[in-house]
């Protein structure tokens, strides 16, 4: 089946840390590959995505990219602001189906 | 942003009534979903839509039932609310399956 795991939270930075969040994804066919970010009281908005093995999904400095040999999608930050503390979560999309699997959510928190 | 919009915003509910929520796009995107957000289980697929009157059941359905009548709008009915109801319902929607999810801002629910 399909599934998302990844990084329990929660994770507390200082501001201009650099910053890992790990995922990692079993999927059936050719999945496509996301991460979402969560601010308070708001819903989810894309923060980037992969499509296929290799791909590297960036935006905002945000950079994560599609291992397939790892089943890995693991989101970066060289250095992280206090308006970068959200709800992060992985996810994927299988191609063969009608539906979304998300990861638990990571935490973050930026300490000036 | 994508047109998404989730309503009611909050609802407070006893035990034992029913309870719909509505989500209405005006974006055209034939998949639309119904999740639910819980602390520790990120979210969860209740029901999902790949067209008007075409629905299909997701891990956490019991409970609850869906309805599209038209394109553009998705209810989530709860028949009969319990308190494990409680939750944060978030709708989204999807032009194809593999391609990215936009999501509405949610609606708090809570059953006492």
């Known amino acids: 089946g399909n599934s998302v795991t990844q990084m329990e939270g929660p994770v507390t930075l200082s501001e201009e840390a650099f910053l890992t969040i790990n995922c990692t994804y079993t999927?059936?066919?050719?999945?496509?590959l996301f991460w979402y970010v969560q601010y308070p009281g708001e819903g989810l908005q894309l923060l980037l995505k992969a499509t296929k093995a290799d791909d590297k999904g960036s935006n905002k400095g945000f950079e994560a990219t599609y291992r397939k040999e790892t089943t890995s999608f693991h989101l970066e930050k060289g250095s992280v602001q206090v308006s970068d503390s959200a709800v992060y979560f992985c996810a994927l999309s299988d191609s063969t189906g009608n539906q979304f699997y998300f990861g638990t959510g990571t935490s973050l928190t930026v300490i000036p | 942003d994508a047109g998404i919009t989730q309503s009611p915003r909050h609802k407070v509910t006893e035990t034992g009534t029913p309870v719909t929520l509505r989500c209405h796009q005006t974006?055209?995107?034939?998949?639309m979903y119904w999740y639910r957000q819980d602390p520790g289980h990120g979210l969860r697929l209740i029901h999902y839509s790949y067209g008007v009157k075409d629905t299909d059941k997701g891990e956490v359905s019991d409970g609850y039932s869906v309805s599209r009548s038209k394109t553009e709008d998705f209810l989530l009915t709860l028949e009969s609310a319990t308190s494990s109801q409680t939750s944060v319902y978030f709708c989204?929607?999807?032009?194809?399956?593999?391609?990215?999810?936009?999501f509405g801002q949610g609606t708090r629910l809570t059953v006492v």
């Open positions: 989204a929607i999807s032009s194809l399956p593999s391609t990215e999810a936009f």
């Open positions: 999927a059936t066919g050719y999945p496509s």
């Open positions: 974006e055209n995107h034939r998949y």
